[in-house]
């Protein structure tokens, strides 16, 4: 780390006993500073222990700052209100694997590169029919981008920079691809090819709605929509699936394995599978009468029922994804001239919640999912289709911080140790002396 040289360094002591110890503090650029007990077990023979890593930086990163208090995201320094708003998906791609906004020249020269690694292997197709055609099609990309590795062998070498780029640009490329296949063969449809002349979301969304039996011209009021969205979830610090591709990353795996133990924890609806669920819940209350029946629920302790796409581990104020999603999620209804009653359920959920003392106490506002199902469904992707959309944005995102992983010199396998609490040694008993 940078500051780790800084001549400055505050020290923190601990003390047990008649013993004491000091560990060094490192400063970030901005946010919490960090006290470094990489040494802890060595000098004093005890381990933190800290479930769920609320209070635990897992390594130094350059990508992705969040200030969870004041609502803030920045890409590499830049908001995430400006990146979605001038930029496009490709050029924060550009931005999270490089670091710097790309020019004119490196944009055309990315975005190039990226298009013309669209198409997928022809065997992968292959890869497909071994699937359900009802399977979840979070599995289907869990399987398909595990695969990669055994089509794309050279890209598979992580000690090469050109190869980690290659892979990079590969899963960045075709991700996509491979999300409308799963796609196209969970509705029986013919896969559709990528087209070189169309933008990423453009050809993204005609992969997933275009037939044979007429031309498909991409709505650019969705395509931008989509192309946002992706924008938006691109990248989000070491969420628990970017902390699996660094886990995975840090024993040597190649890429696509990591990517695709990334997707499997996205899945779950405590992290990305939260879109899909928050859209289940909004079926489910249904109306806004039966809003005040949920935020009971919610409330009691005895009740498992959660308000999905609400509260974040690190946001305890407005997430500012959201509040581009609502926007985002208008802007589409309007387009397509839909009214979906449970958008009307969204809002007046998230008034009733922001003025209700449980949820101002507990700091749980609207997060990216609250309302990215409702603008998905209104573009015509099922409910199923949610989180593999997530997984296509995240993909750069996992890729960038996986990079910086494997090129960071004091990175290190990881491998968390725990505070055992079961049985001490014990003896033995064959079974014919078991009671
Ligand atoms: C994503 O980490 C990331 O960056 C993730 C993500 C990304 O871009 O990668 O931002 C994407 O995963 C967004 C989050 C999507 N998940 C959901 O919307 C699921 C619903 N939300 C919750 O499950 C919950 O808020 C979590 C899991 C997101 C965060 O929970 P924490 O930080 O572990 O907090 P907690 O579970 O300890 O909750 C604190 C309190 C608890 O009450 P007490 O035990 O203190 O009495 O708040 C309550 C919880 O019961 N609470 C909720 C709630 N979320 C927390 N009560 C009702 N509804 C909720 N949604």
Redesign the pocket.
């Known amino acids: 780390m940078d500051a780790k040289t800084g001549a400055n360094i505050k020290i923190a002591k601990l003390t047990l006993g008649d013993k004491s110890w000091s560990f060094p503090i490192y400063d970030g650029t901005v946010g919490p500073s960090v006290m470094d007990v990489s040494k802890l077990y060595a000098e004093t023979g005890i381990f933190t222990y800290d479930p ?1 890593f609320t209070s635990t930086g897992s390594c130094e990163s350059k990508i992705t700052y969040i200030d969870g208090d004041a609502g803030v995201l920045l890409y590499r320094g830049y908001p995430i209100e400006d990146l979605a708003e001038h930029g496009d998906f490709l050029e924060t791609c550009y931005l999270l694997l490089y670091g710097e906004l790309p020019t004119a020249a490196q944009k055309e020269n990315f975005d190039d590169r990226v298009t013309h690694h669209t198409m997928g292997h022809e065997q992968m197709m292959r890869f497909f029919q071994g699937f359900r055609r009802d399977a979840h099609p979070m599995a289907v990309m869990t399987g398909c981008v595990g695969a990669l590795s055994a089509f794309y062998h050279d890209s598979t070498d992580i000690t090469d920079p050109t190869q980690r780029m290659v892979a990079s640009i590969r899963m960045i490329a075709k991700s996509p691809t491979l999300a409308a296949m799963a796609y196209k063969y969970s509705i029986g449809q013919p896969f559709v090819y990528p087209k070189n002349d169309l933008d990423y979301a453009s050809n993204f969304l005609r992969m997933c709605f275009a037939v044979p039996c007429e031309e498909y011209k991409p709505n650019p009021v969705l395509a931008r929509a989509m192309d946002r969205i992706f924008t938006l ?1 691109a990248d ?2 070491q ?3 970017t902390s699996t591709v660094r886990l995975a990353g840090s024993t040597g795996a190649n890429p696509f394995a990591c990517i695709a133990a990334g997707i499997a924890c996205l899945w779950g ?4 599978g ?1 879109n899909e669920a ?1 859209l289940k819940m909004l079926g489910e209350i249904g109306s806004v009468d039966r809003i005040p029946e949920y935020v009971k629920r ?1 409330k009691d ?1 005895n009740d498992s029922f ?9 946001y305890k104020h407005y997430d500012p994804r959201a509040k581009i999603m609502q926007k985002t999620c208008h802007e589409v209804l309007n387009e397509l001239g839909v009214n979906d009653p449970l958008l009307d359920v969204a809002l007046e959920l998230e008034r009733i919640a922001l003025h209700d003392d449980y949820f101002i106490e ?1 700091r ?1 506002y609207p ?3 609250f309302y990215s199902g409702i603008t998905l469904r209104a573009m015509g992707f099922p409910t199923a289709m949610f989180t593999v959309l997530f997984a296509v944005a995240r993909t750069v995102g996992w890729i960038a911080q996986w990079k910086e992983m494997i090129e960071d010199p004091h990175q290190k396998l990881g491998r968390p140790r725990q505070l055992y609490t079961g049985s001490p040694r014990r003896e033995y008993q064959p079974i014919s002396r078991r009671k």
């Open positions: 769920g979830h989000h610090e969420n628990a699936s609806p405590a992290h990305g939260a928050a919610a302790p959660r308000l999905m796409g609400f509260g974040h581990r690190v507990k749980l997060n990216v999912d």
